[in-house]
Structure formats: structure tokens, C-alpha cells
């Protein structure tokens, strides 16, 4: 072991061995070791079977002898100094700093790595899922739920692919070029572009939000990674809404991991002859609440009354300032107005809609969001 690493530094290290580990076995690893101790054991070989030979690799041998190798050949100071300089955070589970909305997951990462702003998961969650070759309007109603949901002060979870997710993290980056809620699970190493096409959203969402992921810098997010984010993508949200998917998928893939975790899954109702909406008509024909607008997360979260789906049929954007206001604290009518430099006219018309839409009461005189 080298001398003054933290054990951060070996659990990162884990994450690195070829053949990989994988989620699982790494969590069972460190229900059993330290991560020092692990990598002192894998240096020795010394590594029980059952934490060894696994269904694709049973030659425990084999394994241990290509770990011991692996560990070797990996400059464990090195890859500590490059998350550092990247400015990542990493934690191990069971250890403080580990999230607590992942720690109680069914199938928590055993080590989690991030950049950007890891209160951002304190929030309600609303994961936005589905087809990377999505349509023209798929993908502006994806940015759209994006933007609203955003704007409503709600965490939005995707996967930073192209499609579906792409756009629903350009919406939520949308409404300023200060802090944002977009929350970008990813499948490789924090510092591995993919899609490199995404490299400009990929910087903004680890900037302005928060981009995590259960991998070492410098890995590539291999085909088998790619469910594995699933499961945290599912993880994280309290609602899972899809917005256009074919019957299989990555997307239908997500929605398996939520229904095991009890989470909402709601669909945007698509055209009857798209094989794009092929998966999520099939969501509603099954039972699935839709997603016709940002109103019907809300009520899925519990965040707006049925009673509301009565009144507008959305909150207009111009009035989400509003909203965004009173999420930092009550004021009266003549405050909003100074705030947000307007009149008290606009303010009253603004007032009436977030009133109607459930998202907004007045106590006193006083106006609280109730979207928190």
C-alpha cells in the first residue's frame, strides 16, 4: 500500500481492475473489507472464492491472478492525483459523505464518484428517459419537461445520451447560466466523454449541476455499464417519466429498475403508427399514468392536486419566475414586483395561475411556494 492515501484513493482503485469487478461483487467486496485491506488481499491473492469466481468468470484462480496483475500494473497515486485535479468527490459507501438517497437503495454503488453540486439530490427527482434516435418532437416536448420541471425547483435525472436525455438536460440548463438542477448519471469515468458530440453539455451539467457515476477517471463506459447507470438513474428519481421509446431499450430498461423500487412511471402519449412511441403506448396501455404536461409529474409527486388538472392547462413559463422566487422565500405582492421588475398586474396574473396550478399559496398576505 502506499502511505498517506485516503481510502477513497484504493476504493477508486477497485473500480479500475480488469476484469472488472462490477457493481455487485465490488459491494460485496467492501461489506467484507476495507478498501485498503481489499487491495492488500488482491495483491496477495488471498481473496475468498465466493468474492471471486463469479457465472462469467468461475475460474477463481484465473481471476485472482489477473487482479493481482491489474493492481500491479495500476498507479493507484496517480489516479488519485487526476480525480483531484479534476475536482471530484468520491465516496465509499457505508462511509460519511456517501448520500444518503443512494445508500438505501436496493443496489447501491459501492463506491460513488461526482462533480458538481451533490445537494442537488436532496431534491424531488424526476428522471426524463427514453430513445436516443428520438424524434424532432419528442425531443422538444424532452426539453420542454426539462425546462418546466426545472424552473419548478425539481432535480432532473438522464443519462446525458444522445436523444431524449440530451434534451432534457439542455432544458434544464435552459432557464440561466447560474446553478442548475440537471443531475447526469453517466456510465464511464467522469473525465470519458460520451457521446463525445455532448462534450459542451457534459462540461455545463458538472459546472452548473451535478455529474456522478460509479467508475475511475479514464474508463470507458462498455456496453455492460450501461444498465448498471440505469439502475442509479432509477434510483435517484422519485419519478420516472418517458418520453418516447421503442418496446425494448435502454429506457425500458430504467422502467424495470423503478417498478423494482416502487417509483412512478409515468409516459408521454405518442402516435399510434410511430415505432418511436411503440414503447411508451404500451407503458399506457398497461396501466401507466401519463405525462401530458408538467402539471402531471407534479401530481405524481404529490406536488399538485388533481383539482388542478381543472384549471390551466400548464403553468405558462413567463409566470415560473415567479415560482422560482418564492422557492427562496414568502413575500407579498408588492415584493414580487420589485424582484422581478414588473408590474403588480403582471404579478396578479401570475399569481392566479400558480394559485389554480396547486403550486403556490397565500397565507396572510404572504405567498410560499409549495414546490420545494
Not at 472464492?49 to 468461475?58: F, G, I, M, N
Not at 396501455?285 to 401530458?292: E, K, M, S, V
Amino acid at each position: 500500500m502506499t502511505p498517506g492515501l485516503p481510502l477513497e484513493a484504493y476504493a477508486l482503485g477497485l473500480t479500475a481492475l480488469n476484469p472488472a469487478l462490477g457493481p455487485r461483487r465490488l459491494r460485496e467486496l467492501l461489506a467484507e473489507y476495507s478498501p485498503p485491506a481489499a487491495w492488500e488481499a488482491i495483491a496477495a491473492e488471498a481473496l475468498p472464492e465466493h468474492l471471486v469466481a463469479s457465472p462469467r468468470q468461475p475460474d477463481a484462480a484465473a481471476t485472482r491472478a489477473a487482479w493481482r496483475q491489474s493492481a500491479a500494473a495500476l498507479d493507484l497515486d496517480g489516479l488519485w492525483d487526476r480525480s483531484e485535479a479534476m475536482g471530484a468527490h468520491v465516496a465509499v459507501l457505508g462511509q460519511p459523505g456517501y448520500p444518503g438517497r443512494l445508500a438505501d437503495d436496493i443496489a447501491p454503488p459501492a463506491v460513488l464518484c461526482w462533480l458538481g453540486d451533490i445537494s442537488l439530490l436532496d431534491r424531488p427527482a424526476v428522471a426524463i428517459v427514453g430513445t436516443r434516435s428520438a424524434s424532432f418532437v419528442g425531443k422538444a416536448v424532452a426539453e420542454e419537461f426539462g425546462r418546466e420541471l426545472a424552473l419548478a425547483g425539481l432535480a432532473v435525472v438522464s443519462g446525458l445520451a444522445t436523444g431524449i436525455d440530451g434534451a432534457a438536460h439542455r432544458g434544464a440548463l435552459l432557464p440561466g447560466t447560474g446553478p442548475s438542477p440537471a443531475v447526469g448519471v453517466i456510465a464511464g469515468g467522469l473525465d470519458v466523454v460520451y457521446p463525445p458530440s455532448h462534450r459542451q453539455l457534459w462540461r455545463e451539467v458538472s459546472r452548473r449541476g451535478l455529474l456522478l457515476g460509479e467508475s475511475a477517471p479514464g474508463l470507458r463506459p462498455e456496453a455492460w455499464r450501461f444498465p448498471q447507470r440505469n439502475r442509479i438513474i432509477a434510483a435517484l428519481a422519485d419519478v420516472v417519466v418517458v418520453v418516447e421509446s421503442r418496446l425494448t431499450g435502454g429506457s425500458m430498461h430504467t422502467v424495470r429498475e423503478a417498478e423494482q423500487r416502487s417509483r412512478p412511471v409515468l409516459a408521454v402519449p405518442g402516435s399510434v403508427r410511430s415505432p418511436l412511441s411503440a414503447g411508451t403506448n404500451q407503458l399506457l396501455a398497461d396501466g401507466c399514468t401519463p405525462a401530458r404536461d408538467c402539471l402531471d409529474v407534479l401530481v405524481a409527486l404529490g406536488l399538485a392536486t388533481e383539482g388542478a388538472k381543472r384549471g390551466p392547462a400548464r403553468v405558462e413559463l413567463p409566470h415560473q419566475w415567479v415560482l422560482k422566487l418564492l422557492q427562496n422565500e414568502s413575500l407579498d405582492a408588492d415584493g414580487i414586483a420589485v424582484r422581478g421588475g414588473c408590474s403588480l398586474e403582471d404579478v396578479a396574473m401570475a399569481i392566479a395561475d400558480l394559485e389554480g396550478a396547486g403550486l403556490v399559496a397565500q397565507r396572510d398576505g404572504w405567498y410560499e411556494s409549495l414546490v420545494r
